[in-house]
């Protein structure tokens, strides 16, 4: 795991970067599950609806690219950025391509096993920077975007 995250805003003198962010985090993955829901329908219409046999498949797909690309583009997916949150590495800079894609593998396999989304569900909603598994194994943290 990686540990040095002192380049981060600290939660106890700087708790305006983490208010709310575990709410703001849950309501940001619904709606990134509703736009992925939308980005998979067209995919099963193209695929003559053969793509209903691998739904579950197709959706994890679908969202690993969508995730991976908007976080790369931003350091957020869309639900983040209506949520006014984002990602930040351990040097308190945005995700690039490369980090973008570690966390999202990391979230793709948390979800793929219920009891380890379950602990990072706990992390998150516990730890003074609400980070996850794969925050914590990244250095990575979500914080409330500047205004």
């Known amino acids: 795991m990686y540990s040095d995250i002192s380049h981060l805003p600290d939660p106890a003198a700087q708790p305006e970067f983490y208010r709310d962010v575990p709410m703001k985090r849950a309501l940001a993955w619904l709606i990134d599950t509703i736009l992925i829901m939308l980005l998979v329908v067209p995919v099963v219409v193209l695929t003559a609806f053969v793509g209903l ?37 351990a040097y308190g800079e945005r995700l690039d391509g490369a980090q973008a894609f570690m966390h999202t593998a990391g979230y793709t396999l948390s979800i793929s096993i219920f009891p380890v989304q379950l602990v990072s569900m706990v992390l998150m909603g516990i730890g003074d920077r609400g980070q996850g598994l794969s925050d914590l194994a990244l250095g990575t943290v979500m914080i409330n975007r500047r205004s």
């Open 53 to 89: 046999f691998f739904l579950p498949f197709l959706f994890l797909i679908v969202g690993f690219f969508y995730r991976t690309l908007t976080i790369a583009s931003g350091s957020a997916t869309w639900g983040m950025r209506m949520m006014s949150i984002e990602l930040r590495n």
